[in-house]
């Protein structure tokens, strides 16, 4: 999909710092930032890489501060955002911003158009800049300082003696090696010169899309080590070559043509989509890459250090579609299966290898994964695969919850889930009240219907292994469960199902996991209960991009991010739009509303209303989330692996339905 910004629009300033980039590899190296290059979050960064511990993510070239001196005269083209105000203001040069398949930026000085491409080769860790002038005339002379952070991607730099700030050449190559914890940078020039003159910038400000809001938001110093010299004959190219590797390849044609073929090349699974949802499939497959687990793109994140098994979990369906090979999906399911312990899952892992990182346990996590490995057997139809590797382990988690384990975790007398307690939260809304006590703990509505759902996939397991005794068994506890619900979670003064039962305490808050009781494979509710909890969340919580967290009339709503970007766990949850429940949203709907063309129709439309976001806003991907309010700004992760997967998981299945 081509995206083109043409000169009215990047003269819009408000409107182009929403308008981001991102260029990632699957070896996790990205670069990410808007049209204009001005850095608003603390991720950005024009390189960006792993670190030698699991969770490390280092911002190592921040950018480039852009000269251009034409008769004598200097045009500065990049663009900051101080704590005093936007300074320089390159954005007036650039004339258009456009995406096919690489960022191409192109600035008009007067009379005379400089082209700037940027690319990240897929297979090695090398971003590749490209300056060329493109007229004739007079050449003209560009001048590049590497202003840097050296800094991990959730904190923030500031000047100190203790940073390094020289930088050492030989022959075409500057090293940079700001502190011993920091990754070497290597940045190769092929002509020009190169100049040591160190310095810092002080107070680079980064904010929420709303920069005019007077907030002065987050705030870092960075330093420049020296600068690139180049003077530029008519077409002629400056090429730099920036990684933590050695480069040894500098035929930049060569490059630019294989980088774009192998993006090309990839097919996209769903052959009979929108060109929106073909390219889509290709931009998940391009971040997923070689990765096991954990698709790399999942991991830009200015909030959090580590992956949560959740979302590993919401992305896993929408891999198994965007993936030709199966066996990576076993690969993904037996990697998940080897981080249980005590029939539970941990909150976060680390990225590489997998392993159990510090953090509570989950309650729902397990029962996930079961739901993740029927989704997959479905698709695969490998009975053996959950015969040999499968099975055993999804007994002894039942078994496991059935009698109790950490967490407070446990089967009540009544058949119902159990989880947490006021200091330890489990579910994934970890919302706590003005004393830090949680208040999402006891029978909760979503680990309820992941039970029920958990029971009648080993029912059905076990009818396929023809276990007969063992599916009589499941089903029944599932008997149990669903009289239990009904009778437990029922509201009759709100007419609706209770958010958290517990004791004499009854939260009847109307949250996005209602979905849980109508979308997974087996719903705890028939047609008719299903249809008007779908009704209600369709009147209450849908929008154009996902699901409320939290209906608008509940005293706790909020619709709003905050001026500076920050997310806190009350906005999350309390009123934000999460995209990624669109796949429960669709699966609820083809269940309850059954498969009918209109039915389809209009769900294939409404997933179409994210195309917007991903050729407007966030380029090429879909971000983690929006603001309840209009206009809807969006926050959170650049680009979410869970949205973006169930967008796609949800477009593939109804194109099934249709052949």
């Excluded at 040999?388 to 039942?398: A, C, N, Q, T």
């Excluded at 078994?399 to 889930?417: A, C, H, P, S, V």
């Excluded at 996991?513 to 008007?532: A, K, T, V, Y």
């Excluded at 429960?584 to 083809?590: I, R, S």
Aim: charged share 25%; net charge positive; with cysteine.
């Amino acid at each position: 999909m081509k995206i083109f910004f043409n000169k009215d629009i990047c003269a819009d300033l408000e409107e182009g710092i929403k308008k981001e980039w991102l260029e990632i590899n699957p070896g996790g190296v990205f670069a990410c930032t808007n049209i204009y290059g001005m850095n608003t979050r603390q991720y950005h960064g024009l390189y960006v890489t792993p670190g030698m511990a699991a969770n490390d993510r280092f911002v190592l070239l921040s950018k480039f501060e852009e000269s251009v001196f034409i008769d004598k005269q200097v045009f500065e083209i990049s663009t900051n955002s101080y704590v005093g105000g936007i300074y320089p203001q390159g954005y007036k040069y650039l004339e258009s911003f456009s995406m096919d398949p690489f960022p191409r930026f192109t600035y008009r000085i007067e009379n005379r158009r400089i082209e700037k491409t940027v690319f990240l080769l897929s297979d090695k860790n090398i971003l590749i800049t490209r300056y060329t002038n493109k007229n004739q005339g007079p050449p003209v002379k560009i001048i590049l300082k590497p202003v840097l952070a050296g800094r991990k991607i959730n904190e923030l730099a500031r000047e100190s003696q203790n940073v390094n700030v020289d930088s050492y050449f030989d022959g075409k190559v500057v090293k940079i090696n700001p502190t011993p914890e920091t990754p070497e940078l290597k940045i190769y020039y092929t002509s020009g010169d190169y100049a040591q003159a160190p310095l810092w910038y002080y107070n680079f400000r980064y904010g929420g899309p709303e920069l005019n809001s007077g907030s002065r938001g987050d705030v870092e110093d960075l330093f420049n080590t020296g600068f690139f010299t180049c003077i530029l004959k008519a077409y002629d190219s400056f090429d730099l070559y920036i990684s933590v590797d050695e480069v040894k390849d500098f035929d930049y044609e060569k490059l630019y043509r294989k980088e774009k073929a192998y993006r090309r090349s990839i097919q996209p699974r769903l052959t009979r989509s929108t060109v929106f949802v073909k390219d889509l499939s290709k931009s998940i497959e391009r971040m997923s890459g070689s990765n096991t687990v954990e698709p790399s793109g999942q991991l830009i994140n200015c909030q959090r250090e580590h992956l949560t098994v959740r979302e590993i979990l919401f992305s896993a369906p929408g891999l198994l579609v965007s993936e030709k090979k199966p066996d990576k999906n076993l690969q993904i399911m037996e990697s998940l299966l080897g981080l249980v312990k005590d029939g539970l899952m941990p909150e976060y892992v680390s990225l590489n290898p997998v392993h159990h990182e510090s953090g509570r346990w989950t309650g729902d996590g397990s029962l996930l994964l079961i739901n993740y490995a029927y989704l997959l057997y479905r698709e695969t139809k490998n009975i053996k695969f959950v015969e040999e590797k499968l099975y055993e382990p999804f007994r002894d988690i039942i078994d496991t919850y059935r009698k109790g384990t950490r967490e407070n975790i446990y089967i009540d007398r009544d058949g119902l889930l159990v989880t947490g307690s006021f200091d330890v939260n489990t579910s994934w809304i970890p919302l706590k009240d003005k004393a830090g006590k949680v208040l999402r703990y006891g029978k909760l509505l979503e680990m309820n219907g992941l039970w029920y759902n958990a029971l009648k996939i080993m029912e059905y397991f076990s009818r396929q292994l023809k276990l007969p005794k063992l599916a009589g068994k499941y089903a029944d506890m599932a008997r149990v469960v669903l009289k239990s619900f009904l009778k437990v979670f029922w509201d009759f003064e709100k007419i609706r199902f209770s958010d958290v039962v517990r004791d004499n305490y009854r939260d009847s808050s109307l949250r996005v996991n209602q979905l849980f009781l109508i979308g997974l494979p087996f719903s705890i509710l028939d047609r008719e209960l299903g249809n008007n909890v779908l009704t209600k969340i369709e009147d209450d919580l849908l929008t154009p991009l996902g699901i409320r967290s939290l209906a608008t009339n509940d005293p706790a709503y909020t619709g709003r991010f905050a001026p500076d970007g920050k997310l806190s766990p009350e906005i999350i949850y309390n009123g934000s739009i999460w995209p990624w429940a669109i796949g429960l949203y669709c699966d609820a709907v083809l269940q309850i509303r059954g498969e009918q063309q209109h039915v389809i129709n209009r769900l294939l439309q409404y997933l179409d209303g994210f195309k917007k976001t991903y050729s407007t806003y966030t380029i090429s991907c879909l971000p983690e989330l929006f603001s309840g309010e209009r206009p809807h700004i969006y926050g959170g992760c650049l680009a979410y692996l869970p949205a973006m997967c169930e967008v796609l998981r949800s477009t593939y299945k109804i194109e099934k339905i249709r052949k």
